[in-house]
């Protein structure tokens, strides 16, 4: 397993400024009008749950205050985005993916940035000179669902360093760092070149990870990348790709493994790894 040499991952590094990412990434803000009824008719069922839980379990008044004690430092500490994408995104997705064809989808998580620097295929992701990690180089084609090869496609990818770190939100890290926007080529097809991403630990220090500890849980994602594969006039795919035999993959704290989601990476003889994956879009409806 991946060690943290330089100590463990901090709130304020990473959980707390996804706040800010959220905020400045949402358009208005808001799902639309939703009607009175849909918004009953789901806080309901919500309460009910809570209700329910209270009631099976004979909550006492100390463990609810510690609740809302605990659910004031969420928000404090700007680690909504974070709670939520970990314990309940994946549920949110469940749903969607009923609706989508093609390729499967897994969650985006709090450390998406839109706007990274736009490259093309063959390209290799922003870097530091001294990057850590095993290089990688991760290649496939898009395709729409009747086969075809999608040439204006573009893969919207970011991911972790060798310590579970992400750019943006980890001080020490140049931004844009393994980050990037990157066209295919005329055949629809791209390759990339990076390094393999260690798995992510929620940072131990903040509301999230210290609910993690009282509940005896592990605070641990198996490594993966993250992507957004989209072209014109297609459904955009939001996915995550994960690592045989990597640490985790079968306990992922956000739940949001799927077995079509594993790559089986193979040396290539040159001390890079070399991973083939092709991806497959719907055409809007
Ligand atoms: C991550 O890196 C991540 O991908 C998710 C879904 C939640 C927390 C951290
Ligand atoms: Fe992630």
Do not use: C
């Amino acid at each position: 397993m991946t060690t943290m040499e330089n100590g463990s991952p901090t709130a304020a590094g990473s959980g707390a400024s996804a706040t800010q990412a959220f905020r400045s990434a949402q358009q208005s803000g808001t799902a639309g009008d939703v009607s009175a009824e849909r918004v009953s008719t789901v806080v309901r069922a919500m309460l009910d749950g809570v209700h329910r839980a209270i009631h099976d379990h004979q909550v006492t008044y100390p463990e609810f205050q510690a609740a809302k004690q605990w659910l004031i430092e969420v928000g404090e500490g700007g680690e909504w985005p974070l709670f939520l994408d970990v314990f309940v995104e994946h549920e949110v997705e469940d749903v969607a993916a009923r609706t989508q064809q093609g390729s499967k989808g897994s969650i985006l998580g709090p450390y998406y940035l839109p706007d990274q620097q736009r490259l093309d295929s063959a390209a290799t992701l922003p870097m530091r000179a001294s990057e850590r990690g095993t290089p990688l180089v991760f290649a496939g084609q898009v395709r729409d669902t009747g086969g075809t090869p999608l040439s204006g496609a573009t893969l919207d990818i970011w991911h972790a360093d060798d310590e579970g770190y992400y750019s943006g939100f980890a001080p020490h890290l140049p931004d844009g760092n393994l980050r990037g926007v990157v066209s295919v080529n005329d055949q629809g097809r791209f390759e990339i070149t990076t390094i393999q991403p260690a798995p992510y630990q929620i940072p131990t220090d903040g509301p999230t990870g210290k609910l993690i500890e009282a509940a005896g849980w592990h605070p641990w994602r198996p490594a993966h990348l993250h992507l957004i594969v989209a072209a014109p006039g297609h459904r955009p795919i939001t996915t995550q790709l994960y690592f045989e035999g990597g640490d985790w993959l079968d306990s992922d704290v956000a739940e949001a493994t799927k077995p079509e989601l594993v790559l089986s990476p193979q040396a290539q003889g040159d001390g890079r790894m070399r991973s083939e994956y092709d991806f497959v879009l719907e055409p809007e409806r």
